[in-house]
């Protein structure tokens, strides 16, 4: 089995045991395999639709690329017909050793048919032409085809095996399972080709597109209450499940949550939490998890890892969610620092400045464990200083303004300035929940279930299960444009910009 | 293939793996998931002999990620290079990055990652219990601190045989104590059983029986080896 062994297949089993029963029951469709792997593995076999072969794309029906970032490249697709078997393979034009094997779908047999993509039925066949729905949909709906999202990672620059990343992604991915987290329905890895492909459902819209298209196509005119208070529900759901299963996400932004169509599975209106490449498990931790390098989009980053905190809590998620809250009512980030580029981990001193402007400086009466952090101990860039006179030229400012009655921001009241940046009413009761979860202080700061609990979703009106559709008689829901695909330049170079800018980019 | 030689390959394996994670300076843990991620996999493939170094290999390699302790692929190739070496009697050099032997090695290692990604349909998370520290408050409660460090050995041992994929953590941190306690020539509470407070007393004592076989089947085996 050394050597030139191929794709070895797995179905999947449930614990331990039941992952290695399931494995020696399928491994007779890759076993045959090993014999040709070393040859000819570029071999051109044209598919339509489809990447040069063999290659985990073959095997669906790809539309076109959704987006990219220094991790690969996302496609939307469908299913194609061959997904089941070495003669569908062979049908396809691919000798079977050539093809991906299908290695992982994703839930288990208690899913019945729709658990492996093996056992899809047809939903397209090679030219598209015969369309049959799917079993969940009923034959009503026949003709719909399942979109599916491929994230397909970049074979690693240094021929280094699967990337930590990608094994640390999917590795949380297979144990997750809960409504509002994008779910991972297959994997493909194709040995020879070190490629590696995960399959997820496909979700029409995101946060960060939503926001933009009220901003820039809808003259600023602001989400919907109920949009935004469903939103925010669902997102705090997902977010406590994730915390509940001791799973940080760390990544949280816009762009990484995803909001289905209507005609989802599932239904529409749906958050789904994606991106779990710098996700982890935060139970028993042994090694200080800041050695992962500092996480987290600067916009959304909180307090504690500006100012350089080693341990990671599952608070940091929740500041996160409070920007996007504050981002979906006010349309625009509400902390846009300017990033400090440098190796290392560098300091980032002018996000940590604009939290200050909107909520005062922090101090160790309402923050105890501030003198504990570097960079706040060590006085960094004059950091003390700085964050006391951020605070009072705001405030300078907005009474100049004469946005502001109060002399000063009274103790026990949210800051007034978080308000008027968020675009909510002084006092109102969003105002009141986002400054707890914006709380400086991480152990002081609410948590996922607590803002669950808090007042704000009790009141009307009550946060739907379908996010994007208002209640019975209260007008009509915004139709937001489909995510935009690119199918003419799939063959192009990815271009060399900053991480950060490219995701926002397409996504 | 018979029981007691794919007991003996198993044996080499997470030998070798222990060996290059010592040298590696790798966390114990990194180790301990490699042996575990190894024995999920020696339980669906059937491992000669000479795959042994290649399929620690990879499962180092993979252990260390997941524990987020991850080694340069060419530093793991090395090191279980100079293990073969020196296991051959051979002379130590150094391995050539250029050479093609290399470049067959980094390959291998890579596939067989992915070979054995695939056969545990990436479930990675369910060997993150290791019984240590469970060996561990266990002592804590019974009060027997002294028997802390050989109960950590024995837990490590144990990773060295199939127990971590036949029995649950917690009767394998209890059949370390016992073996511990056996070898200190200590005597553990009897009546009630000690173990009692800590597995099931109508359904895990048999597996119980089998942690402390798997133990003393290790030993004897590495007994005979010292002394051929």
Redesign the interface.
């Known amino acids: 089995m050394a050597g030139g062994a191929s794709a070895a297949s797995a179905a999947v089993g449930g614990g331990r045991a039941a992952a290695g029963a399931g494995a020696a029951a399928a491994a007779g469709a890759g076993a045959g395999a090993a014999a040709g792997a070393a040859a000819g593995v570029s071999a051109a076999a044209a598919s339509p639709g489809a990447l040069p072969s063999p290659h985990p794309l073959s095997l669906y029906h790809v539309f076109g690329r959704i987006g990219e970032g220094t991790y690969g490249v996302v496609y939307v697709a469908t299913t194609l017909s061959s997904a089941s078997g070495g003669s569908a393979s062979s049908a396809a034009g691919h000798p079977p050793q050539k093809r991906a094997e299908l290695l992982a779908g994703a839930r288990g047999a208690d899913n019945g048919a729709g658990g492996s993509l093996c056992a899809l039925p047809h939903v397209a066949d090679e030219d598209g032409a015969a369309e049959v729905g799917h079993p969940r949909t009923g034959a009503s709906s026949a003709g719909t085809q399942r979109k599916l999202a491929l994230k397909l990672l970049k074979p690693t620059k240094e021929f280094d095996g699967v990337s930590p990343t990608a094994v640390r992604e999917m590795a949380l991915l297979r144990e997750l399972n809960h409504p509002h987290v994008l779910r991972l329905e297959a994997v493909h890895v194709h040995v020879e080709e070190h490629v590696l492909c995960m399959v997820f459902n496909y979700a029409e819209y995101d946060l960060y597109e939503l926001i933009r298209h009220h901003r820039e196509r809808l003259a600023k005119s602001p989400i919907s209450l109920h949009t935004v208070k469903s939103l925010l529900w669902q997102v705090l759901q997902g977010v406590e499940y994730l915390h509940s299963q001791w799973v940080i996400h760390r990544d949280l932004k816009p762009s990484n949550i995803l909001v289905t169509s209507e005609i989802a599975l599932g239904g529409g209106g749906m958050v789904k939490i994606a991106d779990f490449g710098l996700a982890r498990i935060f139970q028993a931790p042994l090694r200080p998890l800041h050695d992962n390098g500092v996480v987290v989009t600067i916009w959304y980053r909180a307090p504690e890892l500006l100012l350089g905190a080693r341990h990671y809590t599952p608070a940091l998620d929740v500041w996160a969610v409070g920007c996007i809250f504050a981002e979906l009512t006010a349309l625009r980030p509400l902390f846009q620092g300017h990033e400090v580029r440098r190796s290392g981990a560098p300091f980032q001193k002018d996000q940590l400045m604009r939290i200050c402007e909107l909520l005062g400086a922090p101090t160790e009466e309402i923050w105890p464990t501030l003198g504990h952090l570097p960079h706040w101990a060590a006085n960094d860039e004059n950091v003390v200083a700085a964050a006391s006179e951020a605070s009072n030229s705001a405030l300078a400012e907005a009474r100049k303004r004469r946005r502001l009655n109060a002399s000063t921001p009274t103790p026990g009241e949210p800051p007034p300035l978080l308000a008027d940046a968020a675009a909510m009413g002084r006092g109102s009761s969003a105002h009141y929940l986002l400054s707890k979860m914006l709380t400086f202080d991480p152990s002081a700061r609410l948590t996922a279930q607590g803002a669950l609990n808090d007042t704000y979703f009790s009141l009307e009106p009550i946060p739907g299960r379908n996010a994007l559709r208002p209640p019975e008689g209260t007008g009509a829901a915004v139709s937001y444009p489909p995510r935009r695909v690119h199918t003419e330049d799939r063959g192009m170079p990815q271009s060399s910009e900053p991480a950060q800018q490219q995701q926002r980019g397409n996504k | 293939m018979s029981s007691a030689t794919l007991h003996v390959i198993r044996y080499l394996a997470t030998q070798r793996l222990q060996t290059a994670a010592v040298l590696l300076k790798l966390?114990q843990?990194a180790a301990c998931t490699a042996q575990a991620i190894l024995h999920?996999f020696c339980?669906?493939?059937?491992?000669?002999e000479?795959?042994v170094s290649?399929?620690a290999r990879a499962c180092l390699?993979?252990g260390a990620?997941?524990?987020?302790?991850?080694r340069?692929?060419r530093e793991i190739i090395t090191v279980f290079d100079r293990i073969d070496k020196r296991r051959k009697g051979e002379p130590l050099e150094l391995l050539d990055y250029s050479s093609d032997e290399y470049a067959?090695l980094?390959h291998?290692?890579?596939?067989?990652?992915?070979?054995v990604?695939?056969?545990?349909?990436?479930?990675?998370?369910?060997?993150?219990e290791h019984p240590h520290?469970l060996a561990m408050s266990y002592l804590r409660v019974l009060e027997l601190p002294q028997l802390m460090q050989a109960a950590w050995s024995c837990a490590n041992d144990s990773l060295r045989t199939p127990c971590c994929?036949?029995y649950p953590a917690n009767v394998v941190a209890c059949g370390c104590i016992a073996f511990a306690a056996r070898h200190a020539a200590v005597s553990l509470p009897d009546d009630p059983p000690w173990w009692h407070l800590f597995c099931d007393p109508e359904t895990e004592e048999s597996s119980l029986h089998g942690v402390l076989m798997e133990l003393a089947r290790l030993h004897a085996w590495q007994a005979q080896r010292g002394a051929a």
């Not at chain 2, 990620?65 to 991850?70: G, L, R, S, T």
């Open positions: 966390s843990t999920r339980e669906t493939q059937e491992i000669g000479n795959d290649a399929v390699y993979l990620k997941i524990e987020e302790d991850a340069p692929l067959a980094r291998q290692t890579v596939e067989l990652e992915r070979e990604l695939c056969e545990l349909g990436f479930h990675l998370h369910c060997e993150r520290k994929v036949r």
